[in-house]
């Protein structure tokens, strides 16, 4: 893969004196309706990948799995998933890393008189992700420590997917349900109550700062260190753009929202999202999240994941900053 270019040109957002046709290409799998294009259509529309000296290609496909295929096959460089899945692949020989793409969390959203979790006792509940979902496994969590009761035991469980569990809520048919972040936005615009966001259930668990648990992943023998840096430069150039409100405009459309107050919902969560660097602070609460969801989850949440492994959170650009 070629070299790029002085990465003190790209930090400064200069354009660089080489031929678009010439720059390496980054290529990243990504939901072909999901959020992640939001960030990589600022990115490429403003130029931040070329300004950092690669072209960045967008890879659209139809489910998760799907993406985690091309990556694995060698089809993308890059794709965005948690870092769980990460240290599965890390176990399996494969030297990922993982540097985060949001600290956005999910949240569990219910009906009116549902207002703590201890509220959830022999009530329906949706679950987004399966009964071994980390956000599921950590209000379980809570609920033992602060009700005293099994969650899973103490309620009528559904699973399905986000849109199936958020009709369910709006209709009555579940009380309550665990979903992703984007979900819970849409459910906020809609006027449906949170109860708690799943970073509150870490903190209140003990574990704090919650770690971030989404984020680019690469195989670092199969993509350069500098391309990947230079890719996690680009987007954090794409997150300062989205950070003013009215650099969302060109992206409604994509967003495929039903109205105004969920436009501004999912805006909202997602600029409140925003990754600082990992710290070891962040090391040292992702282990212990890890302990705690492989006590709950399991047999099957042991076959989704490796041991803790610190290497995968490595930061190109933090490298590069600590050279300079």
Same mark, same amino acid.
């Given at each position: 893969?070629?070299?790029?270019?002085?990465?003190?040109?790209?930090?400064?957002? =200069?354009? /660089?004196?080489?031929?678009?046709e010439?720059?390496?290409?980054?290529?990243?799998?990504?939901?072909?309706f999901?959020?992640?294009?939001?960030?990589?259509?600022?990115?490429?529309?403003? $130029?931040?990948?070329?300004?950092?000296?690669?072209?960045?290609?967008?890879v659209?496909?139809?489910?998760?799995?799907?993406?985690?295929?091309?990556?694995?096959?060698?089809?993308?460089?890059?794709?965005?998933?948690?870092?769980v899945?990460?240290? +599965?692949?890390r176990?399996?020989?494969? *030297?990922?890393?993982?540097?985060? +793409?949001?600290?956005t =969390?999910?949240?569990? #959203?219910? %009906?009116?008189?549902?207002?703590?979790i201890?509220?959830?006792?022999?009530?329906?509940?949706?679950?987004? $992700?399966?009964?071994?979902?980390?956000?599921?496994l950590?209000l379980?969590?809570?609920?033992?420590?602060?009700?005293?009761?099994?969650l899973?035991?103490?309620?009528?469980? /559904?699973?399905?997917?986000?849109? =199936?569990?958020s009709?369910?809520?709006e209709?009555?048919?579940?009380?309550?349900?665990?979903?992703?972040?984007?979900?819970?936005?849409?459910? %906020?615009?809609? $006027? #449906?109550?949170?109860?708690?966001?799943?970073?509150?259930a870490?903190?209140?668990?003990g574990?704090?700062?919650? *770690?971030?648990?989404?984020?680019?992943?690469?195989?670092?023998? %199969? =993509?350069?260190?500098?391309?990947?840096?230079?890719?996690?430069?680009?987007?954090?150039?794409?997150?300062?753009?989205?950070?003013?409100?009215?650099?969302?405009?060109?992206?409604?459309? #994509?967003? %495929?929202?039903?109205?105004?107050?969920?436009?501004?919902?999912?805006?909202?969560?997602?600029?409140a999202?925003?990754?600082?660097?990992?710290?070891?602070?962040?090391?040292?609460?992702?282990?212990?999240?890890?302990?705690?969801?492989?006590?709950?989850?399991?047999?099957?949440?042991?076959?989704?994941? $490796?041991?803790?492994?610190?290497?995968?959170?490595?930061?190109?650009?933090?490298?590069?900053?600590?050279?300079?």
């Amino acid at each position: 893969m070629k070299r790029l270019l002085l990465s003190a040109c790209a930090a400064l957002g =200069l354009a /660089l004196p080489v031929a678009a046709e010439d720059l390496p290409v980054l290529k990243i799998a990504v939901l072909k309706f999901g959020t992640v294009n939001w960030l990589m259509e600022t990115i490429t529309a403003n $130029g931040f990948d070329t300004a950092n000296g690669f072209t960045l290609e967008t890879v659209p496909l139809a489910g998760g799995a799907a993406t985690s295929v091309a990556f694995q096959s060698g089809d993308v460089d890059m794709i965005v998933k948690d870092w769980v899945w990460a240290l +599965y692949q890390r176990d399996k020989g494969v *030297p990922i890393e993982f540097v985060p +793409y949001s600290n956005t =969390l999910g949240a569990l #959203m219910a %009906r009116e008189g549902v207002e703590t979790i201890c509220d959830l006792k022999g009530q329906s509940v949706g679950v987004v $992700g399966g009964e071994t979902d980390k956000s599921w496994l950590i209000l379980q969590a809570l609920a033992t420590k602060d009700c005293g009761f099994d969650l899973s035991e103490e309620t009528k469980v /559904l699973t399905g997917a986000p849109p =199936l569990m958020s009709q369910q809520l709006e209709t009555g048919a579940v009380q309550a349900v665990s979903t992703y972040w984007h979900f819970a936005a849409k459910l %906020r615009a809609a $006027g #449906m109550p949170e109860v708690m966001g799943v970073g509150e259930a870490m903190t209140q668990l003990g574990i704090d700062p919650a *770690p971030p648990m989404i984020g680019f992943v690469w195989d670092a023998d %199969r =993509l350069d260190a500098d391309l990947a840096g230079a890719m996690l430069r680009a987007a954090e150039a794409g997150r300062e753009t989205l950070s003013d409100d009215a650099a969302w405009e060109p992206l409604r459309p #994509m967003m %495929r929202v039903k109205s105004d107050a969920e436009f501004a919902a999912l805006r909202d969560a997602f600029q409140a999202g925003r990754p600082g660097p990992w710290t070891q602070a962040n090391t040292d609460a992702a282990e212990k999240l890890y302990n705690l969801l492989t006590d709950l989850g399991g047999a099957g949440f042991k076959a989704e994941a $490796g041991p803790f492994t610190p290497a995968i959170f490595n930061d190109p650009t933090a490298a590069s900053a600590d050279a300079g």
